[in-house]
């Protein structure tokens, strides 16, 4: 029995100490992560080869805060207030541990900023209506809304094809008859030019 109670009091220390080990890991990196992300930003680069990168970013250079130097090409960029975003750092990370710092876009070798938000036009398909569009019953009502609108909107409901064609035909009986009519007074032009 003795044994048991030792390698119990043995297992409780052990966990203990990596309890108390594990806490203190813990609060360095909390600690860390909070001194590393103050006064910085994040930066996400569009690479000439299709590549997304990222770097932690001090701002100022020069003891302006509008600006700052890339690690990646040593070049300078600038940072404005409207084209930045929050983003949680470092990625990865348990969201208890991450801090919010400001995030930037830059195209490489680009100095300006990149803002999604204001720099695109509005779409013509949003991701809604592409959703809907790729589901085959709401495709069918929409073409039965759209037909019914368009057959509401007509002035005589849905055989104004008639109507076409009649006025087609009437066109074309006027067209004959001018047409006749030239022939007729050529016709008599000729008579009267024969005495006949």
Aim: net charge negative; proline share 6%.
């Amino acid at each position: 029995m003795e044994f048991l109670l030792t390698l119990a009091k043995s297992i409780g220390v052990m966990f203990a100490l990596s309890g108390l080990g594990m806490g203190f890991v813990l609060m360095i990196l909390v600690i860390w992560v909070k001194k590393a992300a103050r006064g910085k930003a994040y930066a996400f680069f569009f690479e000439q080869n299709r590549q997304l990168s990222n770097e932690l970013i001090s701002v100022g250079v020069d003891g302006n805060p509008e600006r700052f130097i890339s690690k990646g090409d040593e070049g300078e960029y600038l940072i404005s207030a409207e084209d930045t975003f929050w983003y949680s750092w470092p990625p990865g990370f348990p969201d208890w541990v991450k801090q919010p710092v400001p995030c930037v876009i830059y195209r490489r070798n680009v100095p300006d900023p990149i803002n999604p938000i204001t720099e695109q036009s509005t779409p013509l398909v949003t991701a809604l209506s592409l959703k809907y569009m790729q589901d085959e019953n709401m495709l069918r009502s929409m073409w039965r809304d759209a037909s019914e609108s368009i057959d509401a909107t007509k002035p005589l409901g849905k055989n104004n094809w008639l109507l076409y064609m009649g006025i087609a035909s009437l066109i074309a009986i006027l067209i004959l008859a001018y047409i006749n009519w030239t022939n007729l007074v050529a016709l008599n032009e000729i008579r009267n030019g024969l005495g006949i």
